[in-house]
C-alpha cells in the first residue's frame, strides 16, 4: 500500500503544480493543422514527435530530411500595413505615428506569426527542431498619454524519439524534448513602463532593410520576453484495424518540467480512415488517396473548459508515392481550418487556421493566413 499511496501523493503534486505551469506547445505540423489539428491516429514521420510519437513506427523509407520556413498574418495586420503605407512619414517617430493611428485600429490587436523547422528520420528513429512564435502589436491614442501594446509567444523545441512495432501490430512511440519559450503576454503599456521606450527606440530605427526593419518592428516584445525552459516526454500508441481503419492514443507532457512546474498533461484519442484508390488508368505511376480523421482532445485532470472535437478530410495524389498535390480541410473545435500544398521535393503551401485564445470566458477568435515552403527529402 505504501508505494500506491506514495505514487498518488506524486501524481497529485503533479496536477497541482502543473495547474501553474501553463499549456504546452502546440506545434502540430502543417497537414495536421490544416485538418481541423487533428491527426492522432494518422500522423507519421518526424511531426509524430510532437502528436503522437507511435506514428513513427511502421514501414516507410529508411530516411528522410525536411525543412520549413512559414510566415503568417492576421487581417488586421494588412489594415496596419495600409495605415502604414499612407502614414510612413510618420513611422520613424512613433508619437507622430500614435498621432495619425488611424479610429478603427485603436487597441485592435494585429497578429503575426513565424515558424521554422529542421527534422529527419532514419528507420524508426527521427528528430525536430522548430521554432514556432507568435506575436501581437497595438496602438492607442484614445487616453491622455500615448499607449501601445506588444506580446509574444514563441516556443523552441528540439525533440528526438523512436517507435516501436509490437506483436499484433500494436505501435507505441515515444519522445523526450527541451524546451526554451519566450513569453510576453499580451499588455498596454504606457509611459511610465520601460517596455514603452524600447519599443518606441526599435520604431524609431531606421534600416537598410525595409523587410527585416518590418519584421524587428513587429517582433520588438522579444526585447522584453520572459525567458522559460523545461524537458518532458510524449507517449503515443496505435493500432491499424481491417478496411483502413486505425485508432490511436497519446498523452503529451507526461510529464514536463517547466519553469518551476509542470506543464497540464493532454490526452488526445483518435480514429483515423485512409483509402488509396489505386494506379490512375493510363498514368500507372499516379494515385490517389483520401484520408479522414476525428479527435478528441482534453487537458488531465479534466478541465470543464477544454474539451475539444476535431475533425478533418484530406485528398491526396501521389507519383511514384511522393505526394504532389494536397488539399485538406477540418473543424477545429467548431472552427473552420483549410489547407493546400503542391510541388515535388519542394513544395509550396497556404493554411487558414481560426482558433480562440485567452481564457474563459474572456475568449477571442484568432485567425491565421499561413504561407511557407517546405523542402522534403
Same mark, same amino acid.
Given at each position: 500500500?505504501?508505494?500506491?499511496?506514495?505514487?498518488?501523493?506524486?501524481?497529485? !503534486? !503533479?496536477?497541482?503544480?502543473?495547474?501553474?505551469?501553463? %499549456?504546452?506547445?502546440?506545434? @502540430?505540423?502543417?497537414?495536421?493543422?490544416?485538418? %481541423? #489539428?487533428?491527426?492522432?491516429?494518422?500522423?507519421?514521420?518526424?511531426?509524430? *514527435?510532437?502528436?503522437?510519437?507511435?506514428?513513427?513506427?511502421?514501414?516507410?523509407?529508411?530516411?528522410?530530411?525536411?525543412?520549413?520556413?512559414?510566415?503568417?498574418?492576421?487581417?488586421?495586420? !494588412?489594415?496596419?500595413?495600409?495605415?502604414?503605407?499612407?502614414?510612413?512619414?510618420?513611422?520613424?517617430?512613433?508619437?507622430?505615428?500614435?498621432?495619425?493611428?488611424?479610429?478603427?485600429?485603436?487597441?485592435?490587436?494585429?497578429?503575426?506569426? /513565424?515558424?521554422?523547422?529542421?527534422?529527419?528520420?532514419?528507420?524508426?528513429?527521427?528528430?525536430?527542431?522548430?521554432?514556432?512564435?507568435?506575436?501581437?502589436?497595438?496602438?492607442?491614442?484614445?487616453?491622455?498619454?500615448?499607449?501601445?501594446?506588444?506580446?509574444?509567444?514563441?516556443?523552441?523545441?528540439?525533440?528526438?524519439? @523512436?517507435? &516501436?512495432? *509490437?506483436?499484433?501490430?500494436?505501435? +507505441?512511440?515515444?519522445?523526450?524534448?527541451?524546451?526554451? @519559450?519566450? @513569453?510576453?503576454?499580451?499588455?498596454?503599456?504606457?509611459?511610465?513602463?520601460?517596455?514603452?521606450?524600447?519599443?518606441?527606440?526599435?520604431?524609431?530605427?531606421?534600416?537598410?532593410?525595409?523587410?527585416?526593419?518590418?519584421?524587428?518592428?513587429?517582433?520588438?516584445?522579444?526585447?522584453?520576453?520572459?525567458?522559460?525552459?523545461?524537458?518532458?516526454?510524449?507517449?503515443?500508441?496505435?493500432?491499424?484495424?481491417?478496411? %483502413?481503419?486505425?485508432?490511436?492514443?497519446?498523452?503529451?507532457?507526461?510529464?514536463?518540467?517547466?519553469?518551476?512546474?509542470?506543464?497540464?498533461?493532454?490526452?488526445?484519442?483518435?480514429? /483515423?480512415?485512409?483509402?488509396?484508390?489505386?494506379?490512375?488508368? %493510363?498514368?500507372?505511376?499516379?494515385?490517389?488517396? +483520401?484520408?479522414?480523421?476525428?479527435?478528441?482532445?482534453?487537458? !488531465?485532470?479534466?478541465?470543464?473548459?477544454?474539451?475539444?472535437?476535431?475533425?478533418? =478530410?484530406? +485528398?491526396?495524389?501521389?507519383?511514384?508515392?511522393?505526394?504532389?498535390?494536397?488539399?485538406?480541410?477540418? *473543424?477545429?473545435?467548431?472552427?473552420?481550418?483549410?489547407?493546400? #500544398?503542391?510541388?515535388?521535393? =519542394? &513544395?509550396?503551401?497556404?493554411? &487558414?487556421?481560426?482558433?480562440?485564445?485567452?481564457?474563459?470566458?474572456?475568449?477571442?477568435?484568432?485567425?491565421?493566413? #499561413?504561407?511557407? +515552403?517546405?523542402?522534403?527529402?
Amino acid at each position: 500500500m505504501k508505494p500506491l499511496c506514495l505514487a498518488a501523493a506524486f501524481t497529485t !503534486l !503533479l496536477f497541482a503544480s502543473a495547474l501553474a505551469g501553463g %499549456g504546452g506547445p502546440q506545434y @502540430r505540423g502543417m497537414m495536421v493543422d490544416a485538418m %481541423g #489539428r487533428s491527426g492522432t491516429a494518422s500522423i507519421t514521420g518526424p511531426s509524430a *514527435l510532437y502528436f503522437n510519437p507511435a506514428g513513427l513506427a511502421g514501414p516507410k523509407k529508411s530516411y528522410g530530411v525536411e525543412a520549413v520556413a512559414e510566415m503568417g498574418f492576421n487581417g488586421v495586420l !494588412l489594415d496596419y500595413a495600409d495605415w502604414a503605407n499612407k502614414n510612413s512619414a510618420y513611422l520613424n517617430n512613433l508619437d507622430s505615428a500614435l498621432a495619425h493611428i488611424d479610429p478603427v485600429l485603436e487597441n485592435e490587436w494585429a497578429p503575426y506569426s /513565424s515558424n521554422y523547422m529542421l527534422q529527419g528520420y532514419f528507420e524508426e528513429y527521427a528528430f525536430s527542431v522548430v521554432r514556432d512564435a507568435h506575436y501581437s502589436m497595438t496602438f492607442s491614442k484614445a487616453t491622455l498619454t500615448p499607449v501601445i501594446g506588444a506580446s509574444i509567444f514563441s516556443d523552441m523545441q528540439i525533440s528526438a524519439g @523512436r517507435g &516501436y512495432v *509490437l506483436p499484433d501490430n500494436w505501435r +507505441v512511440g515515444i519522445a523526450y524534448k527541451f524546451l526554451y @519559450r519566450q @513569453r510576453a503576454d499580451e499588455k498596454l503599456y504606457g509611459l511610465n513602463d520601460d517596455e514603452y521606450y524600447q519599443i518606441k527606440d526599435t520604431w524609431g530605427k531606421k534600416s537598410s532593410n525595409a523587410l527585416i526593419g518590418g519584421i524587428d518592428k513587429i517582433t520588438v516584445a522579444s526585447k522584453f520576453a520572459d525567458d522559460q525552459y523545461g524537458f518532458g516526454v510524449n507517449l503515443g500508441v496505435s493500432r491499424p484495424l481491417p478496411y %483502413g481503419f486505425t485508432v490511436a492514443a497519446s498523452v503529451l507532457d507526461l510529464p514536463t518540467v517547466f519553469n518551476g512546474g509542470f506543464f497540464v498533461p493532454q490526452l488526445n484519442l483518435g480514429g /483515423s480512415y485512409a483509402k488509396d484508390f489505386g494506379p490512375t488508368p %493510363g498514368i500507372e505511376a499516379l494515385h490517389f488517396n +483520401v484520408l479522414v480523421n476525428l479527435d478528441w482532445q482534453c487537458l !488531465l485532470p479534466d478541465d470543464p473548459w477544454f474539451k475539444q472535437w476535431k475533425g478533418g =478530410l484530406a +485528398v491526396n495524389s501521389q507519383i511514384h508515392n511522393r505526394d504532389v498535390i494536397s488539399l485538406a480541410t477540418g *473543424l477545429n473545435d467548431g472552427y473552420p481550418t483549410f489547407g493546400a #500544398r503542391a510541388g515535388y521535393f =519542394l &513544395y509550396a503551401y497556404y493554411l &487558414y487556421t481560426a482558433e480562440e485564445t485567452g481564457n474563459y470566458p474572456g475568449q477571442r477568435k484568432l485567425n491565421y493566413h #499561413r504561407f511557407g +515552403v517546405d523542402f522534403n527529402f
